[in-house]
């Protein structure tokens, strides 16, 4: 393996490399954590003003469809974490196709998703397009789907990012990969698992509220 070309010149060797890009991950993932802490400040706030219509809100969306995007999504992260703890020359193809598989496994997260806003689009639940629903938790209701769409369409972003990455590290690993891209693609699972863990507060936040109250 020709480590001696595997790191750039501003690199002391290919441990120096690895955790440099480790660490402008993290710092990545940082501004990422502001991001979406800010949403889930804003999401509080309001909840605090208009509990039952965040509890309403919630039992309008599609619990099935978000249980079953959290199971592929958390399959998806094992197939990412699978494919970096056996990468080697030697397992260039499973590591391939264990990659294409996590990538599937997101575009049906995508899908799933896309037919959840389409049922929510039918019963007139899109504040700013088609909001329907009245009565006197209607602000609170319509306040929680603001939160809901700008939250979940930021995070379906992330899955098409995350997507790309994982299928160009495919196409690169089937051919010769080196501890270059080794690195590459543990920094691309460090980005999948943090999308997996906001997925997985979102779905606490957005469909479990008010389901036991109902």
């Known amino acids: 393996m020709p480590e001696r070309s595997a790191f750039a010149p501003q690199y002391a060797s290919i441990p120096h490399r690895d955790h440099t890009a480790e660490l402008g991950m993290w710092v990545f993932i940082a501004t990422e954590v502001l991001l979406f802490g800010g949403l889930v400040l804003a999401y509080f706030v309001y909840r605090h003003a208009f509990p039952q219509g965040f509890a309403a809100g919630s039992r309008h969306t599609e619990i099935v469809i978000g249980t079953a995007n959290t199971a592929v999504l958390l ?73 809901y769409f700008v939250a979940t369409a930021i995070h379906a972003l992330h899955m098409l990012i995350g997507i790309c990455l994982l299928i160009t590290l495919a196409v690169i690993c089937r051919k010769a990969p080196t501890t270059r891209h080794h690195t590459a693609l543990h920094s691309a699972a460090l980005y999948w698992h943090f999308v997996d863990v906001v997925w997985i507060f979102l779905f606490a936040l957005i469909y479990l509220p008010g389901r036991s109250s109902s």
């Open 75 to 147: 399959t998806s992260s094992f197939l990412v974490a699978w494919a970096v703890e056996i990468f080697s020359p030697v397992t260039a193809k499973i590591v391939t196709w264990l990659l294409i598989a996590a990538a599937c496994l997101g575009l049906v997260f995508i899908m799933l998703k896309g037919i959840e806003y389409s049922r929510e689009y039918d019963e007139h639940l899109v504040p700013g397009i088609d909001f329907q629903l009245a009565g006197p938790k209607a602000n609170g209701v319509q306040l929680f789907f603001v939160f």
